[in-house]
């Protein structure tokens, strides 16, 4: 009877593969990767502080998430695909007698890129619902416009910036006072997702709507209680 011989074992080395940012952040090395073979890395996600792409301490509390989508050199490339502010830096917003605005909502890029805002307002005092609603608006009619005229590198760089949320400020500081204005968080979504879950995209207006009177915060209440507390003296007086 022949003697069987083994079947040869073929022993694959790992190696240590870099994984690149976009063009937008100078391919910066975002970190590494120990695999057998570089195309293993294509369709996973990676996450690293914005801090650390822009060297801004400021930045610390954004986190950006990127896809690597192809390889070059030996090297893992990645598009970006989500930016997200910490829950912790989001509270941190937040004072006594202040006001916030939570929305989330649809928008197209002009290069058809299709991606949810999750915006974030935060008022300087109180104020009606109807004030808050006419914010809401406004916000939703700027970013639809301002993002629908720009491709999706340039408007992440005006976010990243910060260029986007100071135009907003300046525009809803016209209406009512305003101490924070954020983009909590985007992500780029699909085109065949957005059709299949029968998506809204919020379409951009031709003109952004007219902005009302702006409304001050008002201390008419504090003075109306101490003009009622002075009348008992008056009248004590008079007697």
């Known amino acids: 009877m022949p003697k069987q011989t083994a079947a040869a074992v073929v022993i694959k080395k790992k190696k240590w593969v870099q994984i690149l940012a976009p063009k937008l952040f100078n391919e910066q090395p975002i970190g590494e990767s120990f695999v057998e073979d570089v195309q293993e890395l294509v369709n996973r996600h990676v996450s690293v502080s914005l801090m650390i792409l822009t060297n801004d301490p400021q930045k610390q509390a954004i986190s950006v998430s990127f896809k690597i989508i192809g390889t070059k050199n030996g090297m893992a490339l990645t598009e970006l695909i989500g930016y997200r502010m910490l829950p912790s830096a989001a509270k941190k917003l937040m004072r006594r007698q202040r006001e916030k605005i939570d929305d989330s909502f649809i928008v197209e890029s002009s290069d058809k890129k299709i991606l ?10 109180r104020t009606t619902g109807n004030v808050m609603a006419t914010m809401q608006k406004l916000q939703r009619a700027y970013l639809a416009k301002m993002i629908s005229q720009m491709d999706s590198e340039s408007f992440i760089r005006d976010i990243i910036q910060k260029k986007l949320q100071h135009g907003l400020a300046q525009l809803l500081k016209r209406l009512y006072p305003v101490g924070a204005c954020e983009i ?29 009177k702006r409304i001050e915060r008002e201390e008419r209440p504090a003075e109306e209680t101490t003009e009622t507390a002075e009348q008992p003296a008056e009248e004590t007086n008079s007697a």
Do not use: H, Y
């Open 116 to 125: 949810r805002i999750k915006s974030l307002i935060i008022t300087r005092g």
């Open 184 to 212: 909590r968080q985007l992500e780029f979504i699909p085109t065949e997702k957005v059709k299949e879950l029968g998506l809204k995209v919020t379409l951009p207006p031709e003109k952004l709507p007219e902005i009302p």
